[in-house]
Structure formats: structure tokens, C-alpha cells
């Protein structure tokens, strides 16, 4: 199938919102707040990306994520790789993004189960058009108040290490072992490549790309396939209409037609645009 207009499932999340986001259905007052919704195939058990919205009320828990290599030791079928780009936030919000000062893995422990870990991360200003990648190992909490688009690794594996004494289960253990110590740093991207096309992410497990309305070609080469997320505009690709707020997995060679306000995410896996 050259397009699919992807599913959405919606995830119930104590942090999660009742009022949402675009054309997003609220649920209704007396049901749990909803904290994401997932773009699910239906043609594909396990796709190598998954695509998020988030909406915050609250903190996410401070965690991180195995690495492929860390998730290949727990036979676990990937790591846990992610970026964000912020649609909308409150004035205060934040994000957490590694530590302020290098941690030993006994501090990172000790302070996770006395509750000082919070004071000890980098809480960075998250605004609307802001963007942030948080390779996995990055110990990191997202902030209350925030509508945000996640494109990671499909994997749902979360080691929560710190939680505000909320009554969910915690991974000390494995979040401890596989933490990155040092304070984040963002990675280089690789800027506007040509005219409407920006990379924001190029490696190591995928590629991000950010394109401006038009039409273009898409060429997936071989079996590879493409995520294309309409962030704002309309339009269609492969002969499947398409508005922001949905999601569409793209392969082979096709033709995309997108309105001229389009504001356009298109992710693939691997480790260098195609
Ligand atoms: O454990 P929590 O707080 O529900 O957070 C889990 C969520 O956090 C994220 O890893 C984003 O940081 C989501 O992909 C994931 O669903």
C-alpha cells in the first residue's frame, strides 16, 4: 500500500488533559484525563517509529529509555530514542532534560528514592515552536502544561525512576543502568537543506525532517517507509487526503500535493536522510 492514513488509540494518563488540543475530541468530564494519542497501522505489527501527540496537565514521571543496544540485553526488540516539537505551552512550562551537574549512578539512585532528583535536572523553558531530542539514556520529565508532537523508536518501554508519589511502579534498576550521567547537550542538526526542507534530527535510529507546503515527490527507496505528520494545512499523498492532525505511513515513489500554509514532519528510520 503506497499511503496509509493511519488510527489513532487514545491513552488514559493520571498528567493527561480533559480539554485537548485542535481537533482533538475532549473526553468527557466524569472519564481519566487522556495523555496521548497513538498513530496506530493497520497493515503493520510492529513498524519501526511511533507517533504521538501528548497533552500535560502535569509532570510526566522523571525517566528514560534502554538504548537498541541496552534493549537488546533485555530482549526487548528496540530502544527508546525521542524527540519532541512543542505546539503549545503555558508560560511557566518546562522541560526536564539530564542533569545539571555529572551524577555518579549511586547519586542518581539515592536521590530517585529520596525525591531530591527533581532539583537535580536541567529544567529548561519549553515554548511553542521549541524542539528538543532526548536519545534514550537521557533522564528527562516533561512538564505540565504542554501540547507536543513525540516522534520515537516504536517501543513502550519507560524506566520511571522518580514519580511526586504517584502509585505506579517504578524501574530503578534497569533506569539506573542504562542512565546517561553527563548534562544534556543538544545534538547538531542539520539545518535548512534546501529551500522548505529542514532536518532536525539525523541519526543514530531516524531521521526528521521538516518541510514547508507545496508539492513535492516522496521517494522511499526499496521497502522503506516514511511518516508523514501534518503538523498544519491540508492536502493528499498517493491519492489519500490528509489534514493536520492525522498521520500517514508513506512508501515507494508518490506524489505529495500540500497546501501552501502546510507545516509538514516527515520521519523514517536509519541514520542519514534519504
Ligand atoms: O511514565 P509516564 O509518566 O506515563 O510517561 C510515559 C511517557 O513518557 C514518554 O516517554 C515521553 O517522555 C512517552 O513516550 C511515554 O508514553
Redesign the pocket.
Known sequence: MPAELLTTKRVE?P?GRHSLYGGFTDPAENDEPIG?IWFQSSELSDPELLI?YLFTSEK??V?N?PSDMEAAKRGLPRGKD?CWIILDAEPDSTIALGPLEPMTREVLRTSAEDGTLEGRLDWKTAKAGDFFYSKSGVV?A?GAGLTLI?V?QNSDT?Y?LFDYGRPRELHLDDGVAVAELDPWTAEPQGGVVEPGREILVEGPTFVLERWTGGDRRIDMPGNARGWLVPVRGTGSVGGIAWKAGECLIVTGNEDLDASDDADLLFAYPGAARI
Request: aromatic share 6%; proline share 0%.
Open positions: 494518563k498528567w496521548e504521538k510526566l514521571s525517566q529509555h525521542e528527562h516533561i513525540e520515537q519507560t520511571r
